[in-house]
């Protein structure tokens, strides 16, 4: 029901990666000495990479203040990569439902939608609690649902009718079909919300 950092994390990893894999390939031209002889101006294999004395090099006080913006910089990139991380439920807020916004706008709580689709699925059998989540706009709306059955459900035929009935009945009332839903279940020994499940004994005679 929470959303995860998957593209952003996708991105930066791809960054990394081309970053990583540029530095690899300059490190392997320098050391066989294609790099220096591709470019002169640059060090030569056998000689030292930096000559002379590092003090001097940091010495200024412009190459300190860059090293330093540098390095918070990238501190922040850190801070704001691993907040990121944390996972959100991101709901929509409120749907504005209009065809022409000059006949006029109507406004809808994407929460009372989410309600609703609750409580239709409260009633199919087996069903003992479930909570709907709608995220998106209102011309591209998601759906993510948590159902809840009781272990002895039939599975399949709650699908069913969650495809068959509960998500086109939102569809309908938002005028336009859902760019995407999810479903989550899980099973719980509880009674069902709606209807019963009788355990029978006997005896089978072919």
Not at 77 to 99: E, F, K, S
Not at 118 to 127: A, F, H
Not at 157 to 180: F, G
Request: proline share 5%.
């Amino acid at each position: 029901m929470r959303q995860h950092a998957g593209a952003l994390n996708r991105t930066w990893l791809v960054i990394l990666g081309i970053l990583a894999l540029a530095g690899g390939v300059l490190i392997l031209l320098a050391a066989s000495g294609t790099l220096h002889a591709m470019s002169p101006a640059t060090v030569a294999a056998e000689n030292p990479v930096v000559t002379g004395d590092l003090h001097t090099v940091f010495e200024p006080a412009s190459v300190t203040a860059i090293v330093l913006v540098a390095g918070i910089l990238l501190g922040a990139l850190g801070l704001l990569w691993i907040l990121a991380q944390i996972p959100r439920r991101n709901p929509a807020d409120r749907y504005r439902l209009h065809q022409d916004p000059a006949s006029g706008t109507t406004l809808c709580e994407a929460s009372v939608l989410g309600s609703a689709v609750e409580n239709q699925i409260n009633t199919l059998p087996g069903v003992v609690g479930s909570s709907a989540l709608l995220r998106g706009s209102a011309r591209e709306p998601d759906l993510t649902m948590k159902v809840t059955v009781n272990n002895r459900a039939d599975i399949q035929d709650i699908l069913h009718s969650i495809n068959a009935r509960v998500i086109p009945d939102l569809s309908t009332a938002l005028e336009t079909p859902l760019r995407r839903t999810g479903i989550q279940l899980e099973v719980s020994g509880r009674n069902p919300v709606s209807g019963s499940t009788v355990a029978t004994t006997g005896t089978v005679i072919y």
